[in-house]
């Protein structure tokens, strides 16, 4: 049985709020684990990112770089 962290670091590459909102509400609305949510609005906001702190998981829109982006990662 695996045990699941205390708080999952997510990177999230969104190009606005209108988009971003809806993920955070999903994200913030499950309990357990936390979710510590990093939004960039550009793919060059996420490398730098990516440079500053580890994520665990990433979410990349498709108009921002989607598999392009994600294979940088």
Avoid: N
Avoid at 18 to 33: D, M, N, S, Y
Avoid at 37 to 66: K, M, Q, S
């Amino acid at each position: 049985m695996s045990v699941l962290p205390e708080t999952v670091t997510v990177l999230v590459v969104q190009p606005d709020e209108r988009a971003h909102a809806p993920v955070q509400q999903a994200l913030k609305a499950i309990e357990r684990p936390r979710y510590e949510i990093h939004w960039v609005t550009t793919a060059e906001a996420a490398l730098a990112a990516l440079d500053e702190h580890p994520h665990d998981a990433f979410l990349i829109d498709c108009e921002l770089g989607g598999l392009t982006l994600a294979k940088q990662i």
